[in-house]
T-cell receptor, first 112, second 110 residues
Framework: QKEVEQNSGPLSVPEGAIASLNCTYS??????FFWYRQYSGKSPELIMF????GDKEDGRFTAQLNKASQYVSLLIRDSQPSDSATYLC????????????FGKGTHLIIQP | DGGITQSPKYLFRKEGQNVTLSCEQN?????MYWYRQDPGQGLRLIYY???????QKGDIAEGYSVSREKKESFPLTVTSAQKNPTAFYLC?????????FGEGSRLTVL
């Protein structure tokens, strides 16, 4: 059974600080990793994806991947109240459309 | 604009009734999916389809049915056999793992 684990939170971070969201996955064959943001009552939207070890930066967001530790993280710099949402981590193991496994998400609250 | 359209956005159903949720995409994606999300839970895969006239069961297919007669359309029927159908249903299409979601359909069984 492929699993993606996330701390459900809530994770509370002051405005302007760095929010750090973490995710671990069980399948060593996982090839690529996705972070989705989901506002309450809305559908998820893709924030970032990463498939190589190391860091990938996009604006205020940095995704980090450590395949040896089976660990993925998302850093949000200069956190804004609009970043308050649930963040879903997903791991793709290939093999077709059912190769994507989602974590349950971390609820992030940015305090003004 | 390219995207995925789900309808209806909200739906109420009496126990014992079948309901069909619509999903249409104009992104020209081959793969389409249906997920279910319950409060505080992640996304669970119901059915997926990689090509027209073919679809596969996901992790929680019991009580659901789908069809894929056109590339653009992937409707989901929630049958009376689904014991706990109240949930948020999300349709998506994809290019190798990167999912594009519709706005979702919230089904409530009265």
């Amino acid at each position: 059974q492929k699993e993606v684990e996330q701390n459900s939170g809530p994770l509370s971070v002051p405005e302007g600080a760095i929010a750090s969201l973490n995710c671990t996955y069980s399948d060593r064959g996982s090839q690529s990793f996705f972070w989705y943001r989901q506002y309450s009552g809305k559908s998820p939207e893709l924030i970032m994806f990463i498939y190589s070890n190391g860091d990938k930066e996009d604006g205020r967001f940095t995704a980090q991947l450590n395949k040896a530790s089976q660990y993925v993280s998302l850093l949000i710099r200069d956190s804004q109240p609009s970043d308050s949402a649930t963040y879903l981590c997903a791991a793709y193991s290939g093999g077709g459309a059912d190769g994507l496994t989602f974590g349950k998400g971390t609820h992030l609250i940015i305090q003004p | 604009d390219g995207g995925i359209t789900q309808s209806p956005k909200y739906l109420f159903r009496k126990e014992g009734q079948n309901v069909t949720l619509s999903c249409e995409q104009n992104l020209n994606h081959d793969a389409m999916y249906w997920y279910r999300q319950d409060p505080g839970q992640g996304l669970r895969l119901i059915y997926y389809s990689q090509i027209v006239n073919d679809f596969q069961k996901g992790d929680i297919a019991e009580g659901y049915s789908v069809s894929r007669e056109k590339k653009e359309s992937f409707p989901l029927t929630v049958t009376s056999a689904q014991k706990n159908p109240t949930a948020f249903y999300l349709c998506a299409s994809s290019i190798i793992g990167e999912l594009f979601f519709g706005e979702g359909s919230r089904l409530t069984v009265l």
